[in-house]
């Protein structure tokens, strides 16, 4: 947490849309769309985070990690 702050950066979170999720979610995990123990599905440096930003709000990545 130190090397935040010397660089000035915020680190923030926030509660999860689950409950719009849920109900696509079961068929998928069933038929092995997708893979439910998977947490991060991309990485990127952080020149690409806006990329990966985009990419969760239009459901092709999960969660991208920097």
Same mark, same amino acid.
């Given at each position: 947490m130190g090397s935040l702050f010397r660089h000035n950066i915020r680190l923030a979170g926030g509660p999860a849309p *689950?409950? =719009?999720? /849920?109900?696509?979610?079961?068929?998928? /995990?069933?038929?092995? =769309? /997708?893979?439910?123990?998977? *947490?991060?599905? =991309?990485?990127t440096d952080l020149s690409a985070v806006p990329a990966g930003y985009r990419?969760?709000?239009?459901?092709?990545?999960p969660r991208v990690q920097p």
């Open positions: *689950v409950r =719009a999720h /849920i109900d696509g979610l079961p068929p998928d /995990i069933l038929d092995d =769309a /997708i893979e439910p123990g998977k *947490v991060f599905d =991309a990485t990419d969760m709000d239009g459901r092709r990545s």
